[in-house]
């Protein structure tokens, strides 16, 4: 069992644990007027369909990095382009020995060589192309040279010899459209004749932080706090496939987050804080004022469940995170995680289990999503100071166990959410 202490705290804002016995289909979880608020994945698909994916546009093959390919890589050469040579040694025709044809060499990189007959060979580098009439490669090590004749062992016909469209023939598909672009997926790219690609944007995010208690520097003083939101918020979205544009922090004034959301020129908007029905939580109703529509207020999920989503009248979507840091990482791989992958027509990541070190509570109704640690690719330690307004847990932890209700026992196999990393 983790501790009653981060139990407690991590249920703060819910009914009291009971031993209840896990329903086979999670129940959904009652909001605080009584309302029946979505599942987590129900949440989650929600947010998945809320976005269409933004337009394609062509980037320059350098700054295409962790976009995701709009259209399959197809390639535009064949790969090796030529018959290339896998070694440095002698490009050699026919069984040896073989008689020098005094040429300097064929270097990588050189125009085509003039032709080999049987019996003659010709020094030849890694990668250079391949002179006609060559049947083979000799590596450097295994040849000797005297008075203008080259000795070896006779190489097997086409030994060391890379052939044209070995790797690929032009118009061969090398990656399916919706990959997103790795190091090695951009060097492919080149390779494959690419100075462009046509890839999804990174969708544009804007981050606006809320409340007037936060300070930006500095210790906590006469009753203010640090901003925690602000600082991992942006990065965040950023490994989760987001361009994030800025970062503003706006108190508790109702005008200026009207003023933000109705000029904001991003993709998708994330606030943070003022989900709840708290005095200075003006969120909601600045909502309403804009004509937004509420795609999902709270979530049968723990800790997070007032976190919501919003569709702005120009189609743009609003993802509110709560204002308690653990809540908010929890609606960040709730709601952003799923509309950013929609976003940029991503893939979902892969899904990943784990076995519980330890056994973990659950709330009677709703999903935890609990901060562990992966001390075995197999397995999953659920930490401690996990509550929703703590960050110590989640910041040692690798990823979001998902806890149906009622609790897991001790090697129940969970589903895991990754923590992104940037
Ligand atoms: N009567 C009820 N009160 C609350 C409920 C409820 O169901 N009924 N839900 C609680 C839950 S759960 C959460 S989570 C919070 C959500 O609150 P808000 O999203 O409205 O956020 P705030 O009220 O602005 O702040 C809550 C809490 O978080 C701290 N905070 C806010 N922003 C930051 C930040 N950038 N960095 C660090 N900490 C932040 C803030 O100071 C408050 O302590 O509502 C509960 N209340
Ligand atoms: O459950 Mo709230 O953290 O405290 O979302």
Known sequence: MIDDFDDALALANGPAPAAVAAPAEPAPGRGAAGR???GWETA????HRAARPLPPRRLPIDLALGHTLAAPLTALTDLPAFDTSAMDGWAVAGPGPWRLTGAAGVLAGAPRAEPLTDGQAVPIATGARIPSGATAVLRSEHGTVARGQLSGPNPEPGADVRPRGQECRTGTELLPARTTLTPAALGLAAAAGYDQLAVRPRPRAEVLVLGDELLFRGLPH???????LGPMTGPWLTALGAHTLVTRRLGDDAEALHEAISTSRADVIVTTGSTAAGPVDHLRAVLRRLDAQLLVSGVAVRPGHP???AELPGGVPLVGLPGNPLAAVSALL???APLLCALADRPAPEEAWAELTDAVRGHPTDTRLVPVRRPA???A???S????AMLRGIAAASALAVIPPGGAEAHTRVRLLDLPHA
């Open 385 to 388: 100071y996990a509550g929703p």
């Open 377 to 379: 690719p197999e397995e």
């Open 381 to 383: 330690r659920p930490l």
């Open 307 to 309: 976190m919501l989503l």
């Open 334 to 336: 709730t709601l952003a």
């Open 36 to 38: 029946e608020l979505p």
């Open 222 to 228: 006469d009753g203010r706090i640090r901003d925690a």
């Open 44 to 47: 989650r698909a929600i947010a």
